[in-house]
């Protein structure tokens, strides 16, 4: 989506709170800086440019945002934001707090990263699509940094999992 907060074409996402009728009766701005969403997004990205509804992961609402012309592992890659809306969403001064966990390029040739806002730790496993798992390890950072250089061709699944959430995503090996 088009919006210039924090800068051009950063991006945002937009939660609303609809009347019976279908007017909107409030909404919730997701963006650079607001809400607490920490990411950092770039000019031009277009974080919000598509959205999906994950459902719910550990009690928590969850969107998938994407950010088409993200830069940040290779010239217009893009990303993917997992966004977790805790509490519930309404029209009173209720704030939306969110979190984020990040991991691009979702089709990579060698490295993924992973970005887990205040992880103190997590655990990343890596599955085939049979669902064996190839790869364990303790993320102790917000930002990870995992090769994939000795991976197959093809497709897995990567689990995230920490105190308060678990979630899979899927990426593609190529080359």
Request: hydrophobic share 40%; with cysteine; charged share 20%.
């Amino acid at each position: 989506m088009r919006d210039d907060t924090g800068g051009s074409d950063r991006g945002a996402v937009y939660i609303l709170c609809l009347n019976t009728d279908g007017t909107v009766q409030s909404y919730q701005k997701i963006a650079s800086g607001l809400n607490y969403f920490t990411g950092i997004l770039n000019d031009g990205d277009l974080f919000g440019r598509s959205v999906a509804s994950m459902g719910i992961v550990n009690y928590a609402h969850t969107l998938l945002a994407g950010a088409c012309w993200d830069d940040d592992s290779g010239n217009d890659a893009g990303a993917a934001w997992l966004i977790f809306i805790k509490g519930v969403v309404s029209s009173s001064t209720d704030k939306i707090i969110v979190d984020y966990f990040n991991i691009y390029p979702v089709l990579t040739k060698d490295y993924i990263n992973i970005e887990i806002k205040d992880a103190s730790e997590a655990i990343l496993q890596i599955l085939t699509i049979q669902g064996q798992r190839v790869k364990e390890i303790t993320l102790n950072n917000t930002n990870n940094k995992v090769n994939l250089t000795s991976f197959k061709n093809g497709v897995y699944f990567v689990r995230i999992k920490t105190d308060e959430f678990s979630l899979l995503r899927k990426i593609v090996k190529i080359y």
